[in-house]
């Protein structure tokens, strides 16, 4: 229950960040929050309870009591995706840092939510 | 006046989600095909890890889907930090000998369990994303100890290129001889050994080198804008 606890905190905190933070790179850095969170619950839904790891390291090794793999496999692509679009998001505060000098979303103006 | 108004709408969705998850019972397995993963998937795909013959056999298709979706965030980036302006040359401070010397010693050995860890994907925890992280690091190290070195950009090109095009190839090439896309058409050999699970190793060292060169090429690019900024 912990698990769900701690990675609903996470998807809060980042949520919270999204909604209020002006400044551009805090933004990115809780949608990156938001992202961990919503790994970390992926992986909680899996969980056994006293389950090991869905691999037979060795041949003896029997099948009970084992992790979901299914949600594992996911998050195992979704880490990598996530910093793939963590860079992009970056690059365009770059690009707009760069245009208007600024990364306050106040104070840029064609652009308000 | 927003900062109320948020944490009003983050309480009301909380509380939908506490009802919601109440009722599911925590540490106990809950999906069907994930107990069929575990019984059947050895003998199904030879792999001994089940994460990777989700990843790989199982749900193949779903993979090659996420890699295209980290092909075009990484061209997206080049694509927004492209400049046609020619290089301006920055005075650029040394580092110190000892974090030179230290990167450069580092280097291979992070490179070569980078790539330990992608070919042994299909036995130990691991295989091509962690992989292709891990080679990136490496040459983040690089890049923090000696600035004035830079990736070739060609080079990365490629090499992405190529590991999606073995991905394809490979897939295609099980269309051919037995009919389904991505169907395991090599033996499937003994388990726990290196040369076990047919296609599958193949794909996921191909997946190791797309994902390696794939995050070189974004650390170079954010690198590059970054020293031209300031």
Redesign the interface.
Known sequence: ?I??LGA?GLI?IG??IV??KHNLIKVIIGLSILNTGINLFLI??????K?T???????GLK?IR?????P??LV??A???G???L??A???A??L??HYGTLNLRKIREQKW | M??II??L??GI??LG?ILT?VKIP??????K??KY???K??EETGV????T???VNY?GFD?LG?VT??FI??L??GA??STRKKKVKRKVEPASLILYTGCRFLFPLILLFGVYIFIHGH???G?G??G??IVASAFLLIYLGSRERRIGERGTKAIESLGGLIFVVVGLAGLVISGYFLRNFLPKGI??LLFSGGIIPIIYIAIGFK?GS??AG?ID??GG??SR?S
């Open positions: 229950m698990y769900y609903f809060f949520l919270y909604l209020v909680s839904i899996g969980f056994v309870k389950g790891a869905p691999i037979f390291s060795h041949p099948a084992m992790v979901d793999p299914v594992q496999a195992l692509t880490i990598v995706i910093v793939a679009v860079a992009l970056l690059s365009l770059i690009r840092y760069q | 927003r900062r948020s944490i709408l983050l969705v909380a989600i998850l925590f540490g106990v397995s809950k999906t095909v994930g993963y575990i019984d998937g050895v001994t890890n089940i994460v013959s989700v990843v749900r993979t996420e979706v980290l965030a990484a997206g980036l927004v930090l036995l130990t925890p295989g994303f962690q292709g992280a388990p726990n994902v794939e995050l974004i690019n954010l804008a970054v900024l």
